[in-house]
Nanobody
Framework: QVQLVESGGGLVQSGGSLRLTCAAS????????MGWYRQAPGKQRDLVAA???????NYADSVKGRFTISRDNGKNTIYLQMNSLKPEDTAVYYC?????????????????WGQGTQVTVSS
């Protein structure tokens, strides 16, 4: 019914930049909040940044001033521009969306997650 597809991960040197993209598709009625979480090996999944449909964004303290989240509502897509990357940013980055979707003539609300994209920052 709904899919979130992430792209843009990879290997970069410390101080470099990457841009992640997450596109939602399917029988979507509306999307409230979209955002990014990350999970490093042996650690819990933590919020990186999130943005509402009106464009209000919040960030984890560890990425403030370095990462910027943006959103294209017409394309159901969000972006995460990551600058001044550090080795501690290395993780699998997961996109999520808090949305309402159609199933037949009914609407349902739930969270969806992408499959994850690996970001590796070398020192």
């Amino acid at each position: 019914q709904v899919q979130l597809v992430e792209s843009g991960g990879g290997l970069v040197q410390s101080g470099g930049s990457l841009r992640l993209t997450c596109a939602a598709s399917g029988s979507i009625f509306s999307i409230r909040t979209m955002g990014w979480y990350r999970q490093a090996p042996g650690k819990q999944r933590d919020l990186v940044a999130a943005i509402t449909s009106s464009g209000s964004a919040n960030y984890a303290d560890s990425v403030k001033g370095r990462f910027t989240i943006s959103r294209d509502n017409g394309k159901n897509t969000i972006y995460l521009q990551m600058n001044s990357l550090k080795p501690e940013d290395t993780a699998v980055y997961y996109c999520y969306a808090d949305l309402t979707y159609w199933s037949g003539s009914s609407r349902y609300a739930r969270d969806y997650w992408g499959q994850g994209t690996q970001v590796t920052v070398s020192s």
